[in-house]
T-cell receptor, first 117, second 112 residues
Framework: GAVVSQHPSWVICKSGTSVKIECRSL??????MFWYRQFPKQSLMLMAT?????????EQGVEKDKFLINHASLTLSTLTVTSAHPEDSSFYIC?????????????FGSGTRLTVV | SQQGEEDPQALSIQEGENATMNCSYK?????LQWYRQNSGRGLVHLIL?????REKHSGRLRVTLDTSKKSSSLLITASRAADTASYFC????????????FGKGTKLSVIP
């Protein structure tokens, strides 16, 4: 089945530094990937839609200069949290959609727990 | 904003019992999907039901969809301790959009 690899699974960084999270579709091509943020015991909040070869589409309230998204190939999207602050600490999850329309389930990465100290 | 609202927020049952979770949504949809999330992990797709379908089965899972009431239910039969997880419904509105809008989830605990 479709597999999405997300790396790293957890990271601790100092305030002011940047952290890059990778999301790879291992056995299929993903023209569209999605980045979510999840706070403890809450649901997933869509941050942005990552489109291969073009700029990401950010949801309202998400700072595009702080959460840089690059989708340079059909199998890789990256999310860089720039100048991280403690309030950016969260669980970040990516997902990818296989081609064939919206009537298919999406495949999720295993998530990245970011802790900013 | 979250479209789906799961009910109940938390459910605790004995192993072997059935678990029913409900989801309501607000706008028209192309399909509705159910996902499972183990603590601290990513989501696993369970089942997808299209807007023109009313019921779907997959193993011990049964999903219903009532578009007139904008609601869906997920039934897990003969629950097992390994079913302990959070369950989310997610809707896709179609119309060229591939985005999913997630509900708040139901935390299911199956007691051995």
């Amino acid at each position: 089945g479709a597999v999405v690899s997300q790396h790293p699974s957890w990271v601790i960084c100092k305030s002011g530094t940047s952290v890059k999270i990778e999301c790879r579709s291992l056995d299929f091509q993903a023209t569209t990937m999605f980045w979510y943020r999840q706070f403890p015991k809450q649901s997933l909040m869509l941050m942005a839609t990552s489109n291969e070869g073009s700029k990401a589409t950010y949801e309202q309230g998400v700072e595009k200069d702080k959460f840089l998204i690059n989708h340079a190939s059909l199998t890789l999207s990256t999310l860089t949290v720039t100048s991280a602050h403690p309030e950016d600490s969260s669980f970040y999850i990516c997902s990818a959609r296989q081609t064939g329309g919206a009537n298919y389930g999406y495949t999720f990465g295993s998530g990245t727990r970011l802790t900013v100290v | 904003s979250q479209q789906g609202e799961e009910d109940p927020q938390a459910l605790s049952i004995q192993e072997g019992e059935n678990a029913t979770m409900n989801c309501s949504y607000k706008t028209s949809i192309n399909n509705l999907q159910w996902y499972r999330q183990n603590s601290g992990r990513g989501l696993v797709h369970l089942i997808l039901i299209r807007s023109n379908e009313r019921e779907k089965h997959s193993g011990r899972l049964r999903v219903t969809l009532d578009t007139s009431k904008k609601s869906s239910s997920l039934l897990i039969t003969a629950s097992r301790a390994a079913d302990t997880a959070s369950y989310f419904c997610a809707t896709n509105s179609g119309a060229g959009s591939y985005q999913l809008t997630f509900g708040k989830g139901t935390k299911l605990s199956v007691i051995p």
